[in-house]
């Protein structure tokens, strides 16, 4: 059960929901958890902060560290992972979770929601990635895991929320350069992402398009990375994951375990045809 033993993982948007269920199942392995996010004070909209979460990691017996961090900010990107450094030593995995959500059309989007999912999506996971790197470098078996989806060109997946789909599709983007860029260094660069739709914060601020009982729990996603990361970073890289896909893959059939009201249909995800 320490597959992961020593290994030093630096995880974005880490105070609750799939990055902190990501953090938890690493570190139930081993792993030494930075969190990298915004929340360190309590918000009465939203579980959790950094610290309540790296308290969480902590209970597993291994170390974790709290830097608030906006990941649009390129001089606090480097400022905390500089800290990682001083205080783990070295980088062997990214998971690049952090993300903002607005499903509006072009006509009724704000301009500065347009900004932030840009600006946190894509812009944040690109600079995440490319300050980790000299430090990935060093590691025997680096990854760095984007949560973003495939890529479907099909103007559904557009026509009502441009913005948001830009946004996303720019991680999916880092994932097919990054993953042939950084191939010479045997660090892998993949993507994950749910078969169906996950009952997190975001999701239940949607207004409803999604009930939480439609939903799975985010263990389904943390298990999923949990074999990812496992994976031999010099042979498995450039992939598009769907969690269904990798679990039965493992071996793992019954999915029922993650449902958040077993029996209830499930609602699929954005962007899978």
């Not at 950094?50 to 709290?66: F, H, L, M, P, Q």
């Not at 390129?74 to 499903?103: H, R, T, Y």
């Not at 990375?225 to 992939?239: M, V």
């Amino acid at each position: 059960m320490e597959e992961f033993k020593n290994k030093n993982v630096v995880i974005t948007g880490a105070s609750r929901g799939i990055g902190l269920s990501i953090g938890k199942k690493l570190a139930s392995h081993g792993a030494n958890i930075a969190i990298l996010a915004k929340t360190d004070l309590p918000n009465p909209k939203l579980p959790g902060t950094i610290y309540t979460a790296a308290e969480e990691i902590k209970s597993y017996g291994v170390k974790s560290i709290a830097i608030k961090t906006d990941i649009r900010f390129e001089d606090q990107i480097q400022s905390a992972i500089n800290e990682v450094i001083e205080k783990l030593g070295s980088i062997d995995i990214l998971v690049n979770n952090a993300s903002a959500i607005s499903l509006f059309n072009s006509e009724s989007l704000p301009t500065k929601q347009f900004d932030l999912m840009n600006d946190i999506n894509l812009r944040g996971t690109y600079l995440c990635s490319k300050i980790c790197l000299q430090y990935l470098k060093k590691s025997n078996n680096p990854h760095i895991l984007n949560l973003c989806p495939p890529i479907s060109l099909k103007p559904k997946w557009f026509e009502n929320f441009t913005a948001y789909t830009i946004a996303k599709y720019g991680m999916s983007m880092c994932v097919i350069g990054m993953s042939e860029e950084y191939k010479k260094y045997k660090i892998a660069v993949n993507a994950l992402w749910p078969k169906t739709t996950i009952d997190t914060a975001a999701i239940r601020m949607l207004g409803g398009i999604v009930k939480p009982q439609q939903c799975r729990t985010v263990d389904i996603l943390s298990d999923t990375a949990f074999y990812i990361l496992k994976r031999d970073s010099s042979k498995f890289t450039g992939n598009f994951c769907i969690d269904e896909e990798v679990l039965k893959e493992e071996g793992i059939n019954n999915l029922e375990k993650y449902s958040v009201k077993p029996g209830e249909k499930l609602f699929d995800d954005l962007f899978l045809d």
